[in-house]
T-cell receptor
Framework: KAGVTQTPRYLIKTRGQQVTLSCSPI?????VSWYQQTPGQGLQFLFE???????NKGNFPGRFSGRQFSNSRSEMNVSTLELGDSALYLC????????????FGEGSRLTVL | DQQVKQNSPSLSVQEGRISILNCDYT??????FLWYKKYPAEGPTFLIS?????DKNEDGRFTVFLNKSAKHLSLHIVPSQPGDSAVYFC????????????????FGQGTILTVHP
């Protein structure tokens, strides 16, 4: 069974640009969550999608947005990039949201120059 | 405001001995706790979890203990193996009345465990 797949794995952008990251969940998983990992703040929750609907959102500015497609694949977008957006962005999928057991991808490493 | 804290950035133990990783939380609404393990260049991997209605959960070499009154949980690894060397994250969720956290986990900062042969 394939795991959670995230693309691209690495990318470099400059301030002011925007970026789109993609996530393919494990087959059969309908819940997709996104997390930002930085050395200073650790792993922080961005948002969660289920059946194309955003059900939960963390404390991030509106520049961070996401969506989910009918096949459960998800994208997140960050507009007007800032230096502080440099981070590892992790996507996680879940079959049973009741357990809290999330299956994480390897992440997309974003560097903003 | 860090609601989940892992006060030990690192822990070093000898192979075969016990590893004890600690985690404290402040939010009384948390009712489900998980431990994740992370190797470099990989995403976190679920290890073990415990509901707030229990005080202990075992899975092979891994045992998680929960002390709700102290808002403290710990992960015991016995015996420790060199392959256990990784970053361990404690995480917590506050599930709503329907029993789901909607994907939101609050993570600690992680503890780097090194198991020496």
């Amino acid at each position: 069974k394939a795991g959670v797949t995230q693309t691209p794995r690495y990318l470099i952008k400059t301030r002011g640009q925007q970026v789109t990251l993609s996530c393919s969940p494990i087959s059969g998983h309908r819940s997709v969550s996104w997390y930002q990992q930085t050395p200073g703040q650790g792993l922080q929750f961005l948002f969660e999608y289920f059946s194309e609907t955003q059900r939960n959102k963390g404390n991030f500015p509106g520049r961070f947005s996401g969506r989910q497609f009918s096949n459960s694949r998800s994208e997140m977008n960050v507009s007007t990039l800032e230096l502080g957006d440099s981070a590892l962005y992790l996507c996680a999928s879940s079959f049973d949201p009741n357990t809290g057991e999330l299956f994480f991808g390897e992440g997309s490493r974003l560097t903003v120059l | 405001d860090q609601q989940v804290k892992q006060n030990s950035p690192s822990l070093s133990v000898q192979e075969g001995r016990i590893s004890i990783l600690n985690c404290d939380y402040t939010n009384s609404m948390f009712d489900y706790f998980l431990w994740y393990k992370k190797y470099p260049a990989e995403g976190p991997t679920f290890l073990i979890s415990i509901s707030s209605i229990k005080d202990k959960n075992e899975d092979g070499r891994f045992t998680v203990f929960l002390n709700k009154s102290a808002k403290h949980l710990s992960l015991h690894i016995v015996p420790s193996q060199p392959g256990d060397s990784a970053v361990y994250f404690c995480a917590a969720s506050a599930r709503n009345a329907g029993g789901t956290s909607y994907g939101k986990l609050t993570f600690g900062q992680g503890t780097i465990l090194t198991v020496h042969p």
